[in-house]
């Protein structure tokens, strides 16, 4: 079966960091595009960073450049999004997803195959 595990949210306060992690089973994601997407309550899905299979290619959002940082870990099939400078505007929840076409990234939901079932961010004091 194939599955998409994300992890590491919860609440933390302005100015904090945390570090999301997107795990695979049942394939490989060394094959495809990874994006990570957030949606905030009564706002549409938004992506917000994309890395392809070279791993050393990546895409930002203009609302995380700078602060957010994607990368697949070694030999483990898990892509990571270390979130630092956390701002209240940044709470939502978010997904992983994975992009057959390795070599293309998007933000758009529609070109993602397999999906994760997504983790809450909470930025507050």
């Known amino acids: 079966q194939l599955q998409l595990v994300e992890s590491g949210g919860g609440l933390v306060q302005p100015g904090g960091s945390l570090r999301l992690s997107c795990a695979a089973s049942?394939?490989?994601?060394?094959?495809?595009?990874i994006g990570w997407f957030r949606q905030a309550p009564g706002k549409e899905r938004e992506g917000i960073s994309c890395?392809?299979?070279?791993?050393?290619?990546?895409d930002y959002a203009d609302s995380v450049k700078g602060r957010f940082t994607i990368s697949r870990g070694n030999a483990n099939n898990t892509v990571y999004l270390q979130m630092n400078s956390l701002k209240p505007e940044d709470t939502a929840v978010y997904y992983c997803?994975?992009?057959?076409?390795?070599?293309?990234?998007?933000?758009?939901?529609?070109?993602?195959?397999?999906w994760g079932q997504g983790t809450q961010v909470t930025v507050s004091s």
């Open positions: 997803a994975a992009k057959r076409n390795g070599y293309v990234c998007s933000a758009y939901v529609l070109n993602y195959n397999y």
């Open positions: 049942g394939f490989s994601l060394d094959n495809y595009a």
């Open positions: 890395i392809r299979t070279s791993g050393d290619s990546t």
